[in-house]
């Protein structure tokens, strides 16, 4: 099992499909980008990833607990997780200083 775990991941806002049944996994230690154009909702994948967003269906495991579940009744918690973020917005580096 990877450290973290995306399953069926899925966001809805009313008629916005923001995140359409994505899933993937990372190994601990490694790093993975999310490259896409503007809107294609990689900003709400690391906000339900970072427990800010509440998924509307789908799982997120974090170190082999699950963080969240829709199909296990919303084990949701987002304590302990060791999740941050940084917006890119606030920060002073350009794209190809942070590669
Ligand atoms: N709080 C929100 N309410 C409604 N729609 C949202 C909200 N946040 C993002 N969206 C919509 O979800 C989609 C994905 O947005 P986002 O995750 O910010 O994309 P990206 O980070 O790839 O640019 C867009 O259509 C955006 O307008
Ligand atoms: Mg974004």
Same mark, same amino acid.
Not at 11 to 38: H, M, Q, Y
Not at 59 to 75: A, M, P, Q, T
């Given at each position: 099992?990877?450290?973290? *775990?995306?399953?069926?991941? !899925?966001?809805?806002?009313? +008629?916005v !499909?923001?995140? +359409?049944?994505?899933?993937?996994s990372? +190994? *601990?230690g490694?790093?993975? $980008?999310?490259?896409?154009?503007?809107?294609?909702?990689k900003? $709400?994948i690391?906000?339900m990833?970072a427990g800010? *967003?509440?998924? $509307?269906?789908g799982?997120?495991?974090?170190? &082999?607990?699950?963080?969240?579940?829709?199909?296990?009744?919303?084990?949701y918690?987002?304590k302990?997780? &060791?999740? &941050?973020?940084?917006?890119s917005?606030l920060?002073?580096?350009?794209?190809y +200083?942070c590669?």
């Amino acid at each position: 099992m990877s450290f973290v *775990e995306i399953k069926n991941l !899925t966001k809805r806002w009313g +008629d916005v !499909t923001a995140v +359409d049944n994505v899933s993937f996994s990372i +190994d *601990e230690g490694s790093f993975l $980008t999310l490259l896409g154009p503007s809107g294609c909702g990689k900003t $709400t994948i690391l906000r339900m990833i970072a427990g800010l *967003e509440i998924p $509307t269906a789908g799982e997120i495991s974090i170190g &082999g607990r699950i963080v969240f579940s829709s199909e296990k009744r919303n084990l949701y918690s987002c304590k302990g997780k &060791g999740t &941050g973020a940084c917006i890119s917005e606030l920060c002073p580096l350009a794209a190809y +200083d942070c590669i």
